[in-house]
Structure formats: C-alpha cells, structure tokens
C-alpha cells in the first residue's frame, strides 16, 4: 500500500513557525493533487492547503498568508511552511494525496501552539 509520512509537528508558541513535511512511498508528479488538512480535537477534519499542476496552489481562508504549500517531486514530499501559529492552529496536520483517482492519507502530526 502506498504510505504517507508527516513529520516536523511539535510545540510552538503563538507567533512562531513550523515546516511540516510528508513523504510519499510512491512517486509523484505535478498532475498528482497534494494537500494538507488538519483536524483538532472534537471537530472535523478541514482543508488547509493543496498543491496540483504546475504548482498552483490554494490554502483556506483561516491560514491563507500564513502557510505555504510547495512540493519537491523528485523526493515525493510536500511541505507546509506555517507562519505567524495561533493557538487555533492547535491540531493533527494530515497530508493528502490523490493519484490515479486514490487517495491517500497520513498518520498526522500533532501541531501544539501555546505559551
């Protein structure tokens, strides 16, 4: 099965910085969709930014300014750089990807701001 695997989630505090990064076991090309989403405890699952062809990306309004999506295809990894971190940015970061109309999810990382 294809794997996805996320790292560089841990403690901040508010106003710090955070890249997270997710490494795919299969390769990846610009025509593949990948994304970022993030879910905090008791609440659902929300898009937070994605990358598809030719690098276009989109990011949702709460975080848009904030982080940035880029991709590196020939490592199969997609990064999110998060800037200026609010404490409602506190959740489980979870990298998507969608190939060959499968997707496919990580395991999270845990993203904590606080004092």
């Known amino acids: 099965q294809v794997q996805l695997v996320e790292s560089g989630g841990g403690l901040v505090q508010p106003g710090g910085s955070l890249r997270l990064s997710c490494t795919a076991s299969t390769s990846i090309s610009p025509s593949n969709g990948m994304a970022w989403y993030r879910q905090a405890p008791g609440k659902q699952r929300e898009f937070i930014a994605i990358?598809?062809?030719?690098?276009?990306?989109n990011y949702a309004s709460s975080v848009k300014g904030r982080f940035t999506i880029s991709r590196d295809n020939a490592q199969n990894t997609v990064f999110l750089e998060m800037n200026s971190l609010k404490p409602e940015d506190t959740a489980v970061y979870y990298c998507?990807?969608?190939?060959?109309?499968?997707?496919?999810w990580g395991q999270g990382t845990q993203v904590t701001v606080s004092p």
């Open positions: 998507n990807l969608k190939k060959f109309g499968t997707e496919y």
């Open positions: 990358t598809v062809w030719g690098g276009s990306t």
